[in-house]
């Protein structure tokens, strides 16, 4: 479990491409100690574990799956890329609910000034769209940001000067492909209404008039 605060970037030392698999070199461009064996360490919002480490630096391996879905497999030496260690108990979740596990790739459509924030819309997949919600939270590339506006396959966010600092974000432009992850708390939600709502499997679908206001609030909603 992760929380989208950068922890700080990470340049790419080699690229082991094997089929349709890969095992990735990554050194920290910040102070990174006490790395363990086994470990989640996020890489642009992807959640790999550590394999072999030494000072400052680990590997990882990114299946088939990962690289399907992520734009890891288009990461070569030199890439730099967004770091952030698994959320230990008691720490501050500053973010929100991360699980490193991305849904689909956005891309970036426009970059406008706005101050001395950047805001970047991007599309995406439209059947991620009832996830992401106006003032609601999403994961880009590993960093949590919140929805400034949105439709059924767009969003935008509004970047701040520290955040285009310490993290890739500044490099983005049109075109760029990006990690997204939805919202957690949303997509369970989702599908925990699927019966009620009609939509899950015949046998297990409620009618559709279960689902009201007086439903919602006696089960805590």
Known sequence: MFTGLVQGMGRIEAVEAKGGE???????????????????????????????????WYTAYASGETL??????????????????????????????VSGHVDCLATVADVKPA?????????????????????????????????NDCGADHLSVNIIPSTQRETTIASWKPGVKVNMETDLIGKYVRNMLRPWKGEGPAEDAQPASKLSMDFLKEHGF
């Open 115 to 147: 101050g001395e924030s950047r805001v970047y819309t991007l599309t995406f997949p439209a059947e991620h769209g009832p996830f992401v919600i106006w003032k609601g939270s999403v994961t880009l590339d590993g960093i949590s940001l919140t929805v």
């Open 22 to 56: 890969s095992r990735l070199k990554i050194r920290a461009l910040f102070d990174l100690q006490n790395i363990v064996e086994g470990e989640s360490i996020a890489v642009n919002g992807a959640c790999l574990t550590v394999e072999t480490f030494g000072a400052g």
């Open 68 to 97: 399907r879905l992520t734009n890891l497999g288009a990461l070569k030496t030199g890439s730099v890329v967004n770091l952030e260690r698994a959320l230990a108990l008691g720490d501050r979740l500053g973010g929100h609910l």
